[in-house]
């Protein structure tokens, strides 16, 4: 079995992986099946595109959108709470039973890959340790609270529709930039603890590590916890979660048991680099600004279609829920790739601290190794899938910065100790001779 390497010939791209393989600990057998679970979650994405394309096709061709508003809007004259409307033009009920009813559309197509995808495959390739009823349970919940936000989220966005047709796309970005710094902060202890159980990492030698590790980073952090992954995956993560006072470094259960205290301080280094770099603020800076353009070019979209076309009734007119839906995903296919390209430049410069901090060159690639391993990671994707879906560089890349960060050390130290044979030969007593070498020979 061969590592796939892009950009060589067949016969040096198999020497090269065996060697890269051998020398990092990559294993070859688990490389093979990485390659097939990520074709196959390829194949089943763009199965997912290729169903909602032709699904919306049918909505727009067939008029579904403008009738099933016209089903609610005649369901309301019999039934008068529909009819509520706290601002001209909006009626909230109506647009939340419309979201409704299409999400659960949407749900009833997905079941059958949603379970594939999120059941069968990760079992199959030893990824997912979930019984089917813990995989529902997860899922229930997952899908409740994010219909809430959505739910939440879509009454916001209609009245300010109706209230301020526009400048709607400013006011729902900067409530959007806000809900991200809120969420950012609430999240490590109101929605983590729904999906996993958090308990304090034991007093020890690797908690001491890590807490100075924190320091020497002058972040300070609310504790150090275990998080139980073990229930769901054979996966392994850490992070440092949270915002202010909500910050606390996380590892996962699958990690502390399997690697050494050096890998898991450099895993930990990584994520605090994020922190002393304040990554967290410039992705959440720069999201908002690919958020605010989607938002900007939405509402040209939707006074187009409203003021010039008049294919809908209103701006806030629940028939154009599905049209803002394929603004929205389409304007996602585009600036994903962008949002990586900037992730993954965060995530080299999160490395490069890691290896500044710990010094520990061989510990973080043996770490890298393992979590490629461990979690099923293609080490050496090709460039064009990194490109569009990565958010991190390649595991393959990850290790090579090691080694070049080793090597410039190496070169470093070198010349350090060049430079300072060089001044110690130019205060010899006189009359003592020097030859003035700066070789490795006259240091010994």
């Known amino acids: 079995m061969e590592i796939e390497v892009p950009g060589s010939v067949p016969c040096s791209n198999a020497a090269f992986a065996a060697s890269f393989a051998q020398e990092h600990g990559i294993e070859v ?3 093979q099946q990485a ?19 032709a699904g919306l096709a049918i909505v727009f061709s067939a008029g579904l959108d403008k009738w099933l508003r016209d089903l609610l809007q005649g369901f309301a004259q019999s039934f008068a709470p529909l009819n509520w409307q706290p601002l001209a033009g909006w009626f909230p009920l109506q647009l939340l039973l419309y979201f409704l009813i299409i999400t659960f559309v949407l749900t009833i197509v997905f079941i059958p890959l949603a379970y ?25 919940k997952g899908a409740t609270i994010g219909f809430i936000f959505q739910a939440v989220l ?7 529709l109706a209230i301020q047709p526009r400048w709607w796309w400013l006011w729902t970005g900067i409530i959007l930039l806000f809900f991200s710094v809120i969420m950012a902060n609430l999240a490590p202890i109101l929605f983590f603890p729904l999906f996993y159980k958090f308990t304090p990492l034991p007093e020890g030698e690797l908690k001491q590590r890590l807490v100075e590790l924190a320091a020497r980073a002058r972040t300070s952090v609310r504790g150090v916890y275990v998080m139980r992954m073990s229930d769901k995956t054979t996966s392994a993560n850490a992070a440092l979660m949270g915002l202010g006072n909500t910050r606390r470094i996380v590892i996962g259960d699958t990690m502390i048991d399997r690697y050494t ?19 967290i603020w410039k992705l959440i800076i720069s999201q908002s600004v690919l958020t605010f353009g989607g938002l900007y070019i ?27 839906f394929v603004l929205v995903a389409f304007y996602g296919l585009i600036i994903t790739p962008l949002g990586n390209m900037y992730s993954r430049r965060l995530e080299y410069q999160a490395d490069e601290y890691a290896l500044q901090a710990t010094r520990k060159v061989e510990a973080f690639q043996a770490a890298m190794a393992r979590l490629a391993n461990q979690n099923l990671t293609v080490v050496e994707p090709s460039p064009i899938i990194e490109f569009l879906f990565h958010s991190h560089p390649s ?21 350090l100790n060049a430079d300072n044979r060089s001044a110690t030969t130019s205060t010899d007593p006189s009359g003592m001779f020097s030859s003035g070498s700066s070789t490795p020979d006259s240091a010994h």
């Open 29 to 31: 057998e688990r490389q």
């Open 35 to 53: 390659r097939e679970y990520a074709r196959i979650h390829r194949r089943l994405s763009l199965l997912e595109i290729a169903i909602v394309v």
């Open 116 to 140: 594939y995808a999120g059941f069968v495959l990760p079992r199959r390739y030893g990824i997912s340790v979930m019984t089917f009823k813990a995989w529902v349970v997860n899922r229930l």
């Open 154 to 160: 879509i009454s916001l966005i209609y009245a300010l």
């Open 261 to 279: 205290p050096d890998e898991i301080e450099v895993v930990l280094a990584h994520e605090l680099g994020h922190h002393l770099h304040s990554d």
């Open 298 to 324: 939405a509402h040209l979209a939707l006074q187009w279609v409203v003021d010039t076309q008049h294919v809908y009734q209103s701006l806030t007119d629940p028939a154009t829920l599905p049209f803002l």
């Open 395 to 415: 595991v393959s890349k990850r290790i090579k910065h090691a080694d070049a960060f080793a090597s410039s050390a190496q070169a470093l130290s070198a010349s």
